[in-house]
């Protein structure tokens, strides 16, 4: 069954570091998107991306994250210069459908942890 | 998007049917309805979704009220492997699809 990898499963890093989450969704997909989980709370969306750029994004969103499409395969999220609070389980989630149209399942991946000291 | 409420926690023993509820009172008419589970620390999985009609599938089927203002996820027959947090998430179909807003869920404990 085709699903969301992503890479790294746990990163540690220094704060103020930049770090680089990659994602590859599933090959027909069309639409990506980034959650995260800080640990005990909620899941919580980050930013939408379709046709090579962001959709929707959330206040949490802010100047220091982007995504982006490099190669046609992978989807990244990178923060520029991580803060303690940045530190969450990252998943990356894609679906082959476009919104408004029948709604259907997002592909969840098995997250990324990132811890930052 | 309409705001779900649901119960904190519930039990369930292994091989019985488990019965989780959902209220959402001001869903309009172009929300669907979807239940995610998160097992663990792992990616949210995708169970089912609907906007009027119960539906069934090879996980769960999922009975929506007439009124449409709650709903209720059914596992047949619970299995250890069960045990998660279940969502409840209502859903315009717009081009806001994709954004949901998880809440904190029911805890489903599968007991042997």
């Known amino acids: 069954e085709p699903e969301v990898t992503q890479t790294p499963s746990h990163q540690v890093t220094q704060m103020g570091q930049e770090v680089i989450l990659r994602c590859v969704p599933i090959s027909n997909h069309l639409y990506f998107y980034w959650y995260r989980q800080i640990l005990g709370q909620k899941v919580e969306f980050l930013v939408s991306f379709y046709n090579n750029e962001i959709s929707e994004k959330s206040e949490i969103f802010d100047d220091q994250f982007s995504v982006e499409r490099p190669d046609g395969s992978n989807f990244t999220l990178k923060i520029r210069s991580t803060k303690l609070e940045d530190s969450a389980m990252y998943f990356c989630?894609?679906?082959?459908?476009?919104?408004?149209?029948?709604?259907?399942?997002?592909?969840f991946g098995e997250g990324s942890r990132l811890t930052v000291l | 998007d309409a705001k779900t409420t649901q119960p904190t926690s519930m039990d369930c023993a292994e091989g019985r049917a488990a019965n989780l509820p959902c209220n959402h009172s001001?869903?309009?008419?172009?929300?669907?309805v979807y239940w995610y589970r998160q097992i663990h620390s792992q990616g949210p999985q995708y169970i089912i979704h609907g906007l009027k009609n119960n539906e069934t599938n090879e996980m769960a089927s999922l009975i929506i009220t007439e009124d449409r203002k709650s709903s209720t996820l059914i596992l047949p027959h619970a299995t250890l492997r069960d045990t998660a947090v279940y969502y409840c998430i209502a859903l315009r179909t717009t081009d806001s699809w994709g954004k949901f807003q998880f809440g904190a869920g029911t805890q489903v404990v599968v007991t042997p």
């Open positions: 989630a894609s679906n082959p459908e476009a919104p408004g149209l029948a709604a259907g399942e997002l592909f």
């Open positions: 001001t869903i309009s008419g172009n929300e669907y």
